[in-house]
């Protein structure tokens, strides 16, 4: 059997494998191709996990949150354009969209009135930051709410094939 770490500091990879009570051992025989070796080198950060090992550990360790994670933080193309998708609960996400939906509401005229004449004049540029801004926002609460999807997917609490369905 497996030792228990008593590392102070553990990174997302060795936390999701933890949650499910798996040792090295046992996550490399669910995992299947990726050893106990290199399992203790991502964990111990000698060595940064390739997309396609971040891909199956999300899926086996039922961690879909992974794939943002090391998009948003380890992939070089990522660091540049992957914002940080916190994990939130369903009503925080829903609250979160309506607030920036009714201030986007509210904005929409103005986005008409500066963007009509197809530049962004001096005068308007402040305005159109704060509406991108908002934007930014609801593009994070959508994301938000597709990785709470995945998640719940994932735990066995809505049907992938049934939402499938319905969203086609």
Do not use: W
């Given at each position: 059997?497996?030792r228990?770490?008593?590392?102070a ?6 936390l999701?494998r933890?949650?499910?009570g798996l040792?090295?051992?046992?996550a490399?025989?669910?995992?299947e191709?990726?050893?106990d070796?290199r399992i203790?080198k ?13 891909l199956?550990?999300a ?7 992974l794939?943002n ?16 998708v916190?994990?939130k ?5 829903v609250?979160?969209?309506l607030?920036s939906l009714n201030?986007?509401?509210?904005q ?5 009135e500066?963007?009509?004449?197809g530049r962004?004049?001096d ?8 509406i991108?801004?908002?934007l930014?926002r609801?593009?994070m ?5 597709q990785?709470w ?11 992938k094939?049934?939402?499938e369905?319905f969203?086609?």
């Open positions: 059997m497996g228990v770490s008593t590392k500091n553990k990174n997302v990879y060795q999701s933890e949650k499910l040792s090295r051992e046992k490399s025989a669910l995992l191709i990726i050893s070796d203790e991502i964990e111990s950060e000698k060595s940064l996990p390739h997309p396609d090992e971040v199956l550990m899926e086996k360790y039922k961690a879909p949150e794939c994670y090391y998009c948003s933080h380890e992939c070089p193309i990522g660091l540049e354009s992957v914002p940080e916190k994990i609960d369903l009503s925080q996400i609250l979160e969209m607030a201030r986007m509401n509210a929409k005229d103005r986005l008409v500066i963007t009509v004449d962004i004049d005068d308007e540029l402040q305005d159109f930051a704060a991108q801004d908002n930014d609801i593009s609460t959508i994301d938000a709410l990785l999807s995945k998640q719940m997917i994932a735990k066995g609490l809505i049907d094939e049934k939402m369905a969203r086609k």
